[in-house]
Each structure stands twice: as structure tokens, then as C-alpha cells.
């Protein structure tokens, strides 16, 4: 019998699993459509698409998926209550706490220390103990955030158990999640882990009942934001850690079918395109680049570039700019009939008729909460049920039925359900590229849709009603929208201090100078070109449509590597366990130093004697942390950071800070864990 791993890739447009053998190779891999009105039968349904004999002889499972930061970001995560010692109301404005907490509470309490982890007012606990009380039948879930909790915990600590006393609710404190300092952004990650407890919960246990329908006795891990795993049990305690886990496992499967030293890895699926950045063999992990909706939870993550540039993205006019790409997401035209193919004749209909803003233009649900649901209008609840017996035809309901139209387009802007258009991958399958799906219905969409934007937005040449014509139009769209996107990332990797003025208009010059116009004269005196050590790897499924295309103009090797439509299901299943541990050591009077740990602040006379403690402290946890986390094998680095300045006036250089580094890393352990109850009755 044969050991076999499997990976889930869990993605806005597509799920994807792949079943790899102990020499990394795959066996078998699967696509299937994401149902957003149902994602656990996503799940399902590509498991059940691979070879059921060859899944009992799973031994490890890992999930990657970005649906949980999703929900957040579109106001699905559940109600949460954050207890914040030592902030004010303009802190928790500025950090749009209030949308964080989703219908939660935010309670701002007496109680802080400094910089130092010096105690500056005393935390107020009957407060704290009344508001406890109060909010906890309301929520799912506590955060807790100190100011420089960093720097000295007690104030959480005695919080957490204050909650633990009056609740049996999930809690969380700010410095378990975070080590650096500006409590703001620490506070935001407390928020979304509270958040998110709920929601991951349940997508984690529908996932492994779906791996006991299937007969899979496998532990389940978790993909996290810098690409390494975590058991589901941690995840459920920390589902902040999974925020942007998708883009990580494309990176960590791009790199273990193609290593190279320097690369631009680029994914690009039906939704958006996420460029990343490999250097001396490693992705580039960011903590400040780390960025959901509007917000920056303090979570380290590959740094990535997301752009709303997809195979699904919107293709229409934008005043000023003519022909725009994205970021709405739609379905695609060949992929809506192909679904629905009754709905052929209303699209050949369009094609005889007059063109209107409304062209090409179906509604789809998607998937609604029964709080979601509730929350609805009566026209709106009206407008979904009709949804749901199937599509409607806007360019006749635009005229016949306005109100179902309004309600309809209420239920899109709350996420609830989907315009259909034109697309880059209708132009695909014009061009021949792809055959997913309808190809006859992409020639016709693609015929409707010139009609549409010469007709109806004045934008385009009356020479050719040739599809494929104009779908080379679209598609070299795509390929330039790819290029600027690529040419960013670069500059905003190289310059990160940069501001975002500054560089777009370099990015400006740099496109024009590495993608000169065809009128450009020939032997011009300045051009640009990537250092010749830097490759391309493009993965998802679109690879091969766009991409050679994408490194002629970049003048950059390209790879492709074997199984890039699933890379990120491979990535899932071939990460390691890492988990890190920091400690800082200040100096807050001469000689006098201090090592800021979990327990609180330590006081040292002597510089070495307090990195010492503080490298023991380190290792210790790191290497705890790892084993939590699923890890056997496990071996821990220690590095050190030191902030000096050297001065004229004295003969050594000045200390000011120091930073020691536990990084703890093992093979998944391939041992059944529990998944811990979490009580989720309140809400």
C-alpha cells in the first residue's frame, strides 16, 4: 500500500484537489466550479471526481483557502467583542474596528503600560467584568488588545481570564498573534482572529466530515499566509494565520516543481491575478504589505500583489480609458451557457437586436446566510427567490419589470448574487486557446459585445465583425494589464518605502520604456531589461493563454511547470511546519536591560546575560510552537538583531534595541489530532 497526501485548493472560482505519492509526484488531480451556495459540496464533488480506491490510502490532508478572509472582508464573519485596554475612540475609528467586529462590540477600558512595559494606569476589571457579562450572549468570540501589550502582557492576561471566568467563549490576546508594536494594526488582527473563530469552525468540520464520508483517517492541516502548515486544530484557535493562505500555496507549489534563485511567480485564476516575489531561492514575506479590504492585520505573509485581473473579469468601457479589464468578477458568457443551455436562444435573440447596457447581461445567485436572508428587503427576498428557479434575463427585465432589476442589482452589491458578461476567457475560447465550455456561445457574446461598446459607449473600429478579431483586441488587453501589473510588483518590492505617487509615475516610465509603442523609433537610446538571473513562472490555469506572450514583452525566461492549473493544491500538501518566536531586548535607563517575553518584562545588568535568557526563552517556545502546530523532526535557528549607533562621544557603539529570532521548523506529523469543541451557541 502506497502513502499518499492530499491537497485542497478551496478558491473563489475553482476547487481543486491533487493526490501526491512520498516522491512527489502526482497521482491523480481534479477541478471542479466553486458553489458558492454551497462550498462544502465543493469539496465533495472533487473528491468524489479522483479515484475513491486511491483515497483510503491518504495519510495527510491539507487545505488552503482564502474563503474565510473573504467573508470577512464582504461583512459575513460573525459577531465578536473586543475588550481594548488603554485605547480611544479615534484609534478604533481610524482602524474601522466597528466594520471589523461584524455587528459586534468594541469596549474601550482604563489600563496601560509604555514603551518600557512600565505600568502607566491600572486596568479598570470591574469594567471590564460588567461589559463581560453584558456582551457575551451577544457574540461568538473575544479579542482582547493592550497598548504596548508587547512590552508587558498582564493587562490581557488578566482579561483573558476575566472572560474565561464569566464564559466558555473562544478568547484570543493581541500579543499571542503579534510581537511588534503599533497597537492599532495588532488590535485589527485580534479583531479579525475573533471574527473568523466561527466561520473557520464550521468550514474546517464540514471539511473533515467530508474526509470521514470518503473514508480519509488522515490528520487535516491548514495552509497559512507565509505558505507554511498548521494543524486544523490550531487554525480554529488562530484563523487569523490563514489570511491570503491561497497565493501562499501557489508560491510554495510554483517553487517545488521549479526552483530557481530569483522569480516573478504569477497566478492568475478566474478572479484576480497575484504576483509574487522570489529571492535567493525564498518568497519575499511581508508583515506590513499584508493587506485585506481596507485593512492591515499584523500577520506575516508572502508579499503578493493582487490585481482584479482574472479569467472571469468584466471586459467593458471606462470613460477616458476606452477598453477596461476587471476587477468586477462575472460569469463568463461560454460558462453560463453551458450551465444553462435554455438560455442559447435568448443570447442568439440579443444578437438580432439593438445592443443596450444591458447585453450580455444575466443574474445568478450565489449564496445567502439565513441572517443574510432575514436582513433583506421584501422586494429583495422577492427578487432571490426568482433567482433561485434560475437566471434572469436582464435586457428584458430592465424594461418590463424595473423594480426586479433594482432588487436584483441590491442582491450583487451585497454579494449575494452575479452578473454574467463578457470575459477574457469568452475571447479564449474565440481565439481557440480554450474549450471549457461553449465556444458558439463565446462567438456570440463576443459579437454582442462589439456591437455593445461601438453602439451603445462609442468605443471601436466598424471594420470587422470578425469574433476573432476582436477577440485578439481583448486578449492583448489582458497580456498589457499582465505586463503593468508584473513591472509593479518589481518596483514596489525594490522601492517599499516609496510613496504610491511616486510610484505609479515610474511604473509609467518603466512600462514605456521595458513596452515602447509601436511608433517608437527604432535604436532608441534608453531602454530597460530584468536582470537575467530573474525567471517568470506563471501557474493557473490561464498559463499557457497569456504568459508566453507576457515574457517576450519582458524579455524573461518563462516556466511553466508540470500541473499548473492545480499548483495550488500541490502547494497545500508539500509545505513544512514553521512557527516563530521573538523577543525583544530594550534599554530603558543606562545599563539596564530588559527582555520583553510572554511573562512579562526581565531585567538584566548585563547585555549578554540578557540575550542568553532571551535565546533560551526563544528556542524553548519556538520549538513548543512547532510541535503544536503538527510538526516532527523539528529543528530551531536562533538569530540576532541589533539596533546600535555609533557616536563620537563614546567608544562603543550606542544600544538601543536588540531582536532574537527562534524559527522552529519539521515535517507534518502524520498522526490523527481531535479538533477541539468550540462553543458557538451564543450566535
Not at 516573478?264 to 511581508?286: E, H, P, Q, Y
Not at 483586441?473 to 510588483?489: C, E, F, G, N, P
Request: proline share 5%.
Amino acid at each position: 500500500m502506497q502513502n499518499l497526501r492530499l491537497g485542497i485548493d478551496t478558491g473563489g472560482t475553482y476547487t481543486d484537489a491533487v493526490l501526491l505519492n512520498d516522491a512527489d509526484q502526482v497521482e491523480a488531480s481534479a477541478k471542479v466550479l466553486t458553489n458558492h451556495q454551497d462550498l462544502v459540496s465543493s469539496i465533495r464533488n472533487v473528491l468524489d471526481t479522483l479515484p475513491q480506491w486511491r483515497l483510503r490510502d491518504t495519510r495527510l490532508v491539507s487545505l488552503s483557502t482564502t474563503l474565510g478572509t473573504n467573508a470577512v472582508v464582504e461583512g459575513r464573519g460573525t459577531p465578536a467583542c473586543l475588550l481594548l485596554a488603554g485605547y480611544n475612540e479615534t484609534q478604533v475609528r481610524r482602524a474601522r474596528l466597528h466594520d471589523l467586529v461584524a455587528g459586534g462590540h468594541c469596549v474601550l477600558l482604563a489600563g496601560a503600560h509604555d514603551a518600557a512595559g512600565n505600568e502607566t494606569e491600572p486596568l479598570d476589571l470591574a469594567t471590564a467584568e460588567k461589559m463581560i457579562r453584558h456582551h457575551r450572549d451577544q457574540v461568538t468570540a473575544f479579542g482582547i488588545s493592550g497598548m504596548f501589550s508587547v512590552r508587558n502582557p498582564a493587562h490581557e492576561i488578566a482579561l483573558r481570564e476575566l472572560v474565561l471566568l464569566e464564559t466558555d467563549l473562544p478568547v484570543t490576546c493581541g500579543h499571542e498573534l503579534a510581537n511588534a508594536l503599533d497597537a492599532p494594526r495588532r488590535a485589527v488582527t485580534v479583531a479579525f482572529n475573533a471574527t473568523l473563530v466561527s466561520y473557520i469552525d464550521r468550514l474546517i468540520r464540514s471539511v473533515q466530515q467530508t474526509l470521514n464520508e470518503h473514508a480519509i483517517n488522515a490528520p487535516l492541516m491548514v495552509v497559512k499566509g507565509d505558505g507554511s502548515l498548521i494543524t486544523a486544530k490550531l487554525a480554529l484557535e488562530r484563523p487569523v494565520e490563514t489570511i491570503l493562505s491561497g497565493p501562499a500555496a501557489s508560491v510554495v507549489g510554483a517553487l517545488h516543481y521549479t526552483p530557481c534563485n530569483n522569480a516573478l511567480i504569477a497566478d492568475m485564476g478566474g478572479t484576480t491575478t497575484d504576483i509574487a516575489i522570489i529571492a535567493k531561492g525564498r518568497a519575499v514575506l511581508s508583515q506590513d504589505a499584508t493587506q485585506v479590504g481596507p485593512w492591515r492585520p499584523m500577520v506575516e505573509s508572502v508579499r503578493v500583489l493582487s490585481i482584479g485581473l482574472g479569467g472571469d473579469s468584466e471586459v467593458g468601457f471606462s470613460g477616458g480609458a476606452g477598453l477596461a479589464i476587471g476587477p468586477r468578477r462575472v460569469v463568463p458568457m461560454s460558462l453560463l451557457i453551458d450551465r444553462h443551455p435554455q438560455l442559447m436562444s435568448a443570447l442568439i435573440s440579443q444578437s438580432k437586436t439593438t445592443p443596450s447596457a444591458r447585453s450580455n447581461r444575466f443574474a445568478v445567485p450565489l449564496f445567502a446566510t439565513q441572517a443574510q436572508y432575514d436582513n433583506l428587503a421584501a422586494a429583495e427576498k422577492q427578487a432571490w427567490e426568482t433567482l433561485s428557479e434560475g437566471p434572469i434575463d436582464l435586457s428584458l427585465q430592465a424594461m418590463s419589470n424595473r423594480p426586479l432589476t433594482r432588487s436584483i442589482a441590491e442582491l450583487v452589491r451585497g454579494g449575494l448574487a452575479l452578473y454574467s458578461g463578457y470575459t477574457p476567457s469568452d475571447a479564449a475560447h474565440v481565439l481557440g486557446l480554450m474549450n471549457h465550455w461553449s465556444t458558439e456561445a463565446a462567438q456570440l457574446a463576443t459579437t454582442i459585445w462589439q456591437r455593445q461598446m461601438r453602439q451603445v459607449y462609442g468605443w471601436g473600429r466598424r471594420s470587422s465583425d470578425d469574433p476573432c478579431e476582436i477577440a485578439r483586441v481583448v486578449h492583448q488587453k489582458v497580456i498589457t494589464s499582465i505586463v503593468q501589473a508584473i513591472i509593479r510588483a518589481t518596483l514596489e518590492c525594490d522601492h517599499p518605502n516609496s510613496s504610491k505617487s511616486e510610484l505609479a509615475a515610474l511604473n509609467q516610465l518603466v512600462i514605456e520604456w521595458i513596452h515602447p509603442h509601436k511608433d517608437q523609433s527604432p535604436g532608441s537610446l534608453l531602454s530597460l531589461a530584468y536582470d537575467q538571473t530573474v525567471s517568470l513562472i506563471s501557474v493557473g490555469a490561464p498559463a499557457s493563454s497569456y504568459y508566453p506572450q507576457v515574457a517576450t514583452v519582458l524579455g524573461l525566461e518563462l516556466k511553466i511547470p508540470e500541473h499548473a492549473a492545480v499548483t495550488n493544491a500541490i502547494g497545500a500538501i508539500v509545505g513544512s511546519v514553521i512557527q516563530r518566536e521573538r523577543v525583544a531586548i530594550t534599554q530603558p535607563t543606562q545599563g539596564l536591560f530588559r527582555v520583553h517575553d510572554a511573562n512579562g518584562p526581565r531585567d538584566y545588568t548585563d547585555l549578554e546575560a540578557a540575550t542568553e535568557y532571551a535565546e533560551k526563552i526563544v528556542r524553548r517556545i519556538a520549538g513548543m510552537r512547532a510541535r503544536a502546530a503538527g510538526a516532527e523532526q523539528i529543528e530551531v535557528r536562533v538569530s540576532r538583531n541589533d539596533n546600535t549607533v555609533e557616536s563620537d562621544d563614546e567608544p562603543h557603539p550606542v544600544f538601543f534595541e536588540s531582536h532574537i529570532t527562534a524559527t522552529a521548523s519539521g515535517r507534518p506529523r502524520q498522526t490523527q489530532e481531535l479538533l477541539p469543541d468550540i462553543n458557538m451557541s451564543s450566535r
